[in-house]
């Protein structure tokens, strides 16, 4: 039977690790983060969870390990935030490319320097093209279901999976969550076999020098060049919009939780005006919704909660008939604008939408977005000039 | 029991025709006579971006029988933790692990990582394929590039530091079992792999891989180029099993008979030293005076 426990998103992550059974966890610790991994290790010391841990001395170690531990067949698990994300960057290249069914927890921190240990989305969306899955959650709940989700997605697709959480709004903060029992777990997530490497007896060389062009092999089959495994990374991505879509509603009938697949819709229905956005921030958009309702102004948001693959073809369903969107997030592509601003208004421009649109970054470091704060801009964005701006940013005229 | 003669060696070649590496290279040799100990059995073995990388071919076409799992250039050690743990956690036994990188991904790039995997105790066995420079990338500098080396990075004045001891770095991490080998002792090299292999926990094993073209000797001189670096102590051949350290080999033999070849008769045979002044062959000299001296006074107390 399933339990409801008080606890934070950090401790959610490190339950539905051992739900998922996970055989080998390497991981390093950095804030806001390291009580997935203090809690990991405590289960594995008091032997309720039947699993390596490997303390590793970075976090591209961390990730260069469980790439290896998954590579002989292992499921594997890791967690971690802001700059030591950015540590990993090469090896997550190398996970994706490998194409290995890694987890791991993201607890969004903001990136430095300078430093802060607050929160922000700048570290998961800098690893946007690394190939992986990324999920955003907006609650604790949604962190453990989809942790689970998780490993199913990436078993299926070979595409190692992100699960992004907000540092500290979710990590650090109690909820009420239901942890299922095993039982149901196990129903839901059947064993990882591996993909046979010294099952198979044969020797080989993996993930060795490529060249762009197809090559015959010792017996005459041509096989990919490096192009063609890129191109085949990248219409699997693509096709995982399928899976997580089917993933989620399949979760639902074992566990009776649905977090919408690619994007999930509050107040939508009727909405003239759409607020779009990722992760908590969404989930503090809904109130803001609730507010310009009140002004007159029918308001609906959309949370992405996969970003990438990019839910393209929903968003611009979702978003078809409204007049206005704007988008709220906490990152920024230095230069230009928000990633998911960036990215939804090309998928609105590619599908004919015209609507206007507005982005906005707010949030970070973790400087708190008030509702109100998303009210005002969302109702200068929807009344006057579409623009792309900054929440709360203080001494200027933004 | 050490062998005796090359014939003793098994026959079965596990790096077939085919390889990509340059002739008369020093980490096939060394990569050669290691397979053959580590076979029979069931082995991974684990390569940065290097070298051995080219050595195992282009895809799809690999000459060597191994299970190869390349990483990259930092990720060494933790690679072959993961692996370690992968297998145990999966239940799979009986597997030998071996890491095999060159200088630069050991004593520069790839240090950290062989450092945490010395220090959690990770089951495997660490090769670590000296020929002193990025070779692969075209003779650059490492931190294993000897004093008054030409390099391509360090043209004009050659490189001013002597070579980094990366013995005393690993021996720092109290492992099971530390040794040198080179190619031109191949039966030592054999020997020292097949001890490695019955010893759990970390192993090191440092093989000194004369380059050709890296060096710029001919290739006909292969073996002479890595006997005479023993000869003259700037690369002493010995073994440290729990904290017990004996010459071996070669270098076994110089202990009671004296080094009769010196530094200046080994740097005159390559053009990567074209540049070296007197002085800094007196201060080579000293480099291996030092090493050997140290070397011996070691063998000599058994510790």
Redesign the interface.
Known sequence: MSEVKIITANEAAAEAAALCRVQVIAAYPITPQTPVTEELAAMVERGDLKAEYLTVESEHSAMASIVGASQVGARVFTASSANGLLYMHEMLHWAAGSRLPVVLACVNRGVGAPWTILNDQQDSISQRDTGWIQLYCRNNQEVLDTIIQAYRIAEQTLIPVMVCYDGFVLSHTNMPVEVPSQDEVDRFLPPWQGQGLLESGRFVNLNPLILSEPRPDAQGNLMPGYMELRHRLHEDVLASLAVIHHTDEEFQEIFGRSWGGLVWRYRMDDAEHALVSMGSLALEATRAADSLRVQGLRTGVIGVRAYRPFPASALVQALAAVKTVTVFEKDVSYGYAGALATDLKAALFDAGVSVKFSGFVAGLGGRDVAAGQIVQAATDAILNEPRYGWVDVRGSST | MATKAAKELPREEHILPGSRSCAACGLMLTYRHALKALYPG?V?V?VPASCM??L???????P?????????F??T???????V??????G?KG?TVVAFAGDGGTYDIGI??L??AL??GTDFIYICYDNEGYMNTGTQRSSASPAGAITTTTPILSKLQQKKDMIAIVEAHRIPYIATASPSFPLDLYDKVRTAKEIRGPRYIEAHAPCPPGWGFPNKDLIKMGKLAVETGLHVLFEIREGKFGLTSWSLKLASKGRKKTVADYVKGQTRFRKITAEQIDRLQSFADEQWNYFLERHEKGC
């Open positions: 069931k991974i684990t990388t080219v195992h071919g282009v895809y799809p076409i690999t060597v029988k191994v299970v190869c799992i390349n990483n990259t930092a990720a050690g933790a690679s072959a933790s993961g692996i743990a992968g297998l145990k956690a999966t799979k597997y950290q990582a450092s945490g220090e959690r």
